[in-house]
């Protein structure tokens, strides 16, 4: 849905952020720069909750009386609906705070055209494989603390199936519950598999812990942005031939979705 | 606007932050920025004209480490950033010191809050909640080990402990946000603890919880 410019409002872009890989927050600079690239907002901005600015700091960037507040986050859950409210102090879909009206729109990860940007990167990393005989994973972090942080991955894999793309099988899995990703060998019935971390950033999790899980690399290696040699696909693994992408999060278009969810706000709260 | 006023306030005088020089009116651009340690050896080195180079630039120290406080005395040498307008000089100055200028000027003109520590370490929730359970003594000791130009940091300390007790004299909190080079300088400012230093009480508050059951 395109957006009409706002040439009034500032944009600022959430993210975790990260003491241990700054890998981690490139994509929100990526996002933000694609965005002021296009001239849309008066300002844009990112903000971070481990990393500077951080959100209490961020009001002391806007200079725009309306600032419109996308969480660059997968999932609703913890972040978004406890840490960012309270640090941004927003109380609704709508904030009036020091002297600035604050809207706060839905994380980009649960927004609906994610399904085509998962879709793109799914061909884009093996674009030979017929997906009648290959199963689609969508790999999410997943914690027993928040079911909501897996309900994103799950709507995402049942849209990409009923999509019409082809694929044999579409699966959620995760690092740290049910299913496994570290069983994607036994969960996958097909000898093509192709794997799409659903994380914004190359960081720990998707560049540095996933790989060990799926047999890639035998321990946790470098930062992505540290390495000289970059992993090339597909790896021979387990009998079957596996694809292995970079984070959804890392994908161009990232930026056409933070600008859908701010579309979705206003039609949903300002029409 | 930010971007003017920050303009103004090098027109005024102001060369330095953090450990970049502020060079205005060079031959080459209206705006040059370089490490201060650099400005005997402009010709030497490497030019940059974006202003997103800046984040490259302050990522990563001399000796590799990933520089996640950018007010850290670890800013590398070598570069000169060519900028074309005020407003690509508040985008660089941004990058190498995130709302540190925006910071300043709100202190100038009276408007910038501050939190004490106890009510940030009391908002924590998730992991970090223990952390408030941190002493007075165990918060003072700790911010003169974690703060400060001699460990990662050279803001100047806005905050107290609470509303009533001062933070105890210390290289940290006697700390002025400038480098002592003699140049004009913006300050920077820390108007409530980071979150390093939250995960930091949280370490040390487990530490004492550990240490009253042993």
């Known amino acids: ?271 | 606007m930010i971007a003017e006023r920050l303009a103004q306030a090098v027109r005024d005088g102001i060369r330095q932050i953090g450990e970049v020089l502020i060079l205005p009116d060079t031959a080459e651009a209206p705006f040059a920025l370089c490490h201060h340690r650099d400005a005997d050896q402009l010709d030497r080195l490497e030019r940059h004209r974006s202003p997103s180079a800046a984040r490259d630039l302050s990522t990563w120290a001399e000796d590799g480490h990933y520089r996640f406080t950018k007010s850290e005395l670890s800013l590398r040498r070598g570069w000169l950033m060519l900028l074309s307008s005020a407003e690509e000089l508040r985008t660089a100055l941004d990058l190498f010191y995130p709302a540190g200028v925006g910071l300043w000027l709100a202190s100038q003109e009276g408007t910038l809050d501050v939190q004490h520590l106890r009510e940030k370490l009391d908002r924590q929730t998730g992991m970090y909640r223990f952390a408030r359970h941190l002493s007075a003594e165990g918060a003072q000791k700790l911010v003169a080990d974690v703060c400060g130009p001699a460990h990662c940091c050279v803001k100047r300390i806005l905050w107290q402990l609470d509303s009533e007790t001062p933070l105890v004299d210390s290289e940290a909190s006697r700390f002025p946000g400038h480098l002592p080079t003699g140049r004009p300088a913006i300050p920077l400012l820390c108007r409530e603890a980071c979150n390093h230093l939250v995960a930091e009480a949280r370490r040390a508050s487990k530490a004492e919880a550990d240490a009253r059951h042993a």
């Open chain 1, 1 to 271: 849905m395109p957006i009409a410019p706002k040439p009034d409002s500032a944009l600022l872009i959430v993210g975790h952020g990260s003491t241990e890989n700054p890998d981690s927050s490139t994509p929100y600079f990526d996002h933000a720069q694609e965005i002021r690239d296009r001239g849309l907002f008066a300002e844009v901005h990112c903000c971070f909750w481990k990393e500077e600015p951080s959100m209490r700091e961020a009001r002391f960037l806007i200079e725009a009386e309306e600032v419109y507040v996308v969480p660059d986050f997968i999932s609703e859950g913890y972040f978004t609906q406890d840490v960012i409210p309270r640090e941004l102090e927003l109380t609704g879909p709508t904030t009036h705070r020091h002297g600035k009206t604050w809207h706060y729109t839905l994380p980009v990860g649960v927004h609906d055209s994610m399904t085509d940007l998962l879709l793109r990167r799914a061909r884009e990393v093996a674009p030979e494989v017929d997906p009648a005989t290959t199963t689609l994973f969508i790999v999410g972090h997943g914690t027993g603390l928040n079911q909501n942080s897996t309900k994103a991955i799950k709507d995402q894999a049942t849209r990409i199936f009923e999509s019409g793309a082809g694929y044999a099988a579409v699966l959620d899995a995760y690092m740290e519950e049910q299913p496994l990703i570290a069983d994607w060998a036994t969960l996958a019935q097909t000898p093509n598999v192709v794997v799409v971390p659903f994380f914004i950033a190359d960081g720990l999790h998707s560049y540095q812990d996933i790989p060990v899980l799926l047999g890639i690399e035998p321990e946790v290696g470098p930062a992505a942005s540290q390495r000289e040699v970059f992993r090339h696909n597909p790896h021979a693994l387990r009998e079957k031939t596996l694809y292995y992408s970079s984070a959804i999060g890392t994908e161009r278009h990232m930026a056409d979705v933070i600008l859908d969810q701010i579309a979705d706000f206003d039609l949903t709260h300002r029409s």
